[in-house]
C-alpha cells in the first residue's frame, strides 16, 4: 500500500510560480515512475509530467518550458515547479505513482488532488 500526500497547491497571480510536492509512503519500494495529473472542470483529466526513476520525463505539450517536473528518489517524493502560470492552468493536480514489482505486476496509486487557482 502506497499513500500520496500532495502540498504547495493554493491561489496565485498570472505569471507566479508554484511547486508542488508529493511524498510516497507505505510500500515504497520500485516505484519506477512518478508524475502529475490535472483535471479542469468539464474537462478530461490529464497528464502533466511524468518521470521515471532514471530520470526521463515526459510532458504535456501544453506545458512544456513551462513547468519542469524532478524527483528525489531518496525521499519518494516528486516535485512539479510550474512557472508563468496563467489561468488555463487552474485545475486539481493529482500526483500519480507507479510501481512495478518483481512478478511484473502494475499498480497505480494516486493522491487526493491539490487545488490550483490562477487569477488573471
Known amino acids: 500500500q502506497v499513500q500520496l500526500v500532495e502540498s504547495g497547491g493554493g491561489l496565485v497571480q498570472a505569471g507566479g510560480s508554484l511547486r508542488l510536492s508529493c511524498a510516497a509512503s507505505?510500500?515504497?519500494?520500485?516505484?519506477?515512475?512518478m508524475g502529475w495529473y490535472r483535471q479542469a472542470p468539464g474537462k478530461q483529466r490529464e497528464l502533466v509530467a511524468a518521470i521515471t526513476s532514471g530520470g526521463s520525463t515526459n510532458y504535456a505539450d501544453s506545458v512544456k518550458g513551462q513547468f519542469t517536473i524532478f524527483r528525489d528518489n531518496a525521499k519518494n517524493t516528486v516535485y512539479l515547479q510550474m512557472n508563468s502560470l496563467k489561468p488555463e492552468d487552474t485545475a486539481v493536480y493529482y500526483c500519480?505513482?507507479?510501481?512495478?514489482?518483481?512478478?511484473?505486476?502494475?499498480?497505480?496509486?494516486w493522491g487526493q488532488g491539490t487545488q490550483v487557482t490562477v487569477s488573471s
Open positions: 500519480n505513482a507507479q510501481q512495478d514489482l518483481a512478478d511484473n505486476t502494475r499498480y497505480h496509486y
Open positions: 507505505g510500500t515504497i519500494f520500485r516505484l519506477n515512475a
